[in-house]
């Protein structure tokens, strides 16, 4: 049984970092596109960046030049570092897994973690 599970949310003030991780178990990952996607309260559920087995990412504009990922395939983590955040970074995290190429499609991962909340302060 696969779990994906996300870590390293809280509270911090505009300007802060945070790195949120995502722990993988139920097989291994290292083909797979590993994606970050953000949902904040009344909204829909939006694609924030993905890694893919390469190394190769992408990011949302929004969040372009601010956040980073990165992963770890020996350990099936998979990394979201965030700086100079913003209030309108506020929403719940979650990372996703997918086979193929990678998407900032929903419909393209297979599996989701149950997501940390982050919360940003001005």
């Known amino acids: 049984q696969v779990h994906m599970v996300e870590s390293g949310g809280g509270l911090v003030q505009a300007g802060d970092s945070l790195r949120l991780s995502c722990a993988a178990s139920g097989r291994t990952f290292s083909t797979y596109a590993m994606g970050w996607f953000r949902q904040a309260p009344g909204k829909e559920r939006e694609f924030v960046g993905v890694c893919w087995s390469g190394g190769y990412t992408y990011y949302a504009d929004s969040v372009k030049g601010r956040f980073t990922i990165s992963r770890d395939n020996a350990k099936n983590t998979v990394y979201l570092q965030m700086n100079s955040l913003k209030p309108e970074d506020t929403a719940v995290y979650y990372c996703?897994?997918?086979?193929?190429?990678?998407?900032?499609?929903?419909?393209?991962?297979?599996?989701w973690g149950q997501g940390t909340q982050v919360t940003v302060s001005d």
């Open positions: 996703a897994a997918g086979p193929g190429t990678p998407s900032s499609s929903r419909s393209r991962y297979d599996y």
